[in-house]
């Protein structure tokens, strides 16, 4: 498995904006999808965006299209979300994953996952 460290959450007003990173270690981040998700208080998990190992092709739900920007840089294996135009229901925590296998990153079983930032979004 790699290590996932996520980074760069916090409260932002609404229209803002935010840029989540995700520091790997342990293994070859390149050779892994890497992907982020959602979690709000009291609801499932949700797919975000899902990026594959050489950044040549992106995913993403279509809750975020538009608005949100997943990218990696394997040279210094850190992934990115840059997120745009927030709103008030996207205030949730977010995490990182990675994965041998997209697949298991579209249904949210990914075998590493980043321990979670916070992202809170006020009206």
């Not at 007003?13 to 990173?21: A, E």
């Not at 190992?53 to 394997?74: C, E, M, P």
């Not at 229901?89 to 995490?95: G, I, L, N, P, R």
């Not at 949210?108 to 980043?114: A, L, M, R, Y």
Request: charged letters at 15%.
């Amino acid at each position: 498995q790699v290590q996932l460290v996520e980074s760069g959450g916090g409260l932002v007003q609404t229209g803002g904006s935010l840029r989540l990173s995700c520091a790997a270690s342990g293994r070859t981040f390149s050779n892994y999808a890497m992907g982020w998700f959602r979690q709000a208080p009291g609801k499932e998990r949700e797919f975000l965006a899902a990026i594959i190992r050489g950044g040549g092709h992106t995913l993403y739900a279509d809750s975020v299209k538009g608005r949100f920007f997943i990218s990696r840089d394997n040279t210094r294996n850190m992934g990115y979300l840059q997120m745009n135009s927030l709103k008030p229901e996207d205030t949730a925590v977010y995490y990182c994953a990675a994965d041998q296998s997209l697949h298991n990153l579209l249904v949210i079983t990914p075998d590493s996952w980043g321990q979670g930032t916070q992202v809170t979004v006020s009206s």
